[in-house]
């Protein structure tokens, strides 16, 4: 996936989850929308570089979109929004080689309790509900999720069982949208709800993905599967 062009600026600091004031490089201050529900611990810190997107709609009260952070010698793509993006790419690229051989793609499809999936595959023997969920914590030597207690993320666990009973095929997918080269583990000191279920809808038979993308101020795009630590 290509970026729009990105504007470089430095972070004042991000508050009320989907706000961040930035001074750009002309010494211009914004706030930007960030499109990220996380507590973005280990991707984001005051005077960090970031890189965001302009949009000239008259209909956003918020021109500027927080895309990138630089952490380090890291970049992070804080956007969870492309997470979905870069999976469908990968999987119509042929990439994602667990996700071949379907005859259809739908993104956002309703199933569950009142939920969407991310993606449905389908041919004419199978379904298969995939759900997908952008990774960008660290922690010491592992990228992590989640990086907040996340109840929602639970329920999807529980929904993709759902579809297994019904005889399809549930997978979830991880993908990373950090450049950091490490292992993924789940954060189970962050949520250990989520770990429980997770273990245990694995165990039954929802299938688990985890992809490494690669980044630069240019473009993202899924480049590898990614090591899965035991838990």
Sequence with gaps: ????????????????????????????????????????????????????????????????????????????????????????EAIENGVIKELQGYSSLKPEQKYGQNSRIDILLENKNQKCYVEVK?????????????????????????????????????????IIQRDDNLPFRLACEVDKKYCEAFKEVTNKGVEVLVYHSYINLEEIYVKKVSIMASF
């Design 1 to 88: 996936m290509q970026f729009e062009k990105l504007i470089h600026g430095k972070l004042i600091k991000r508050y009320k989850r989907f706000l961040a004031d930035v001074i750009l490089e002309n010494k211009e201050i914004i706030t930007a929308h960030v499109p990220n529900s996380g507590a973005m611990t280990s991707c984001i810190e005051e005077n960090c570089d970031v890189w965001l997107t302009f949009h000239d709609n008259p209909k956003r009260k918020l021109k500027y979109t927080l895309e990138l952070t630089k952490m380090g010698e890291n970049l992070i793509c804080t956007n969870t929004g492309v997470a979905n993006k870069i999976a469908i």
């Design 134 to 174: 952008s990774v960008s914590l660290k922690i010491d030597d592992y990228l992590a999720f989640p990086d907040a207690v996340t109840s929602r993320g639970t329920k999807h666990l529980n929904e993709l069982y759902e579809m297994t009973l019904q005889g399809h095929r549930a997978v979830m997918l991880y």
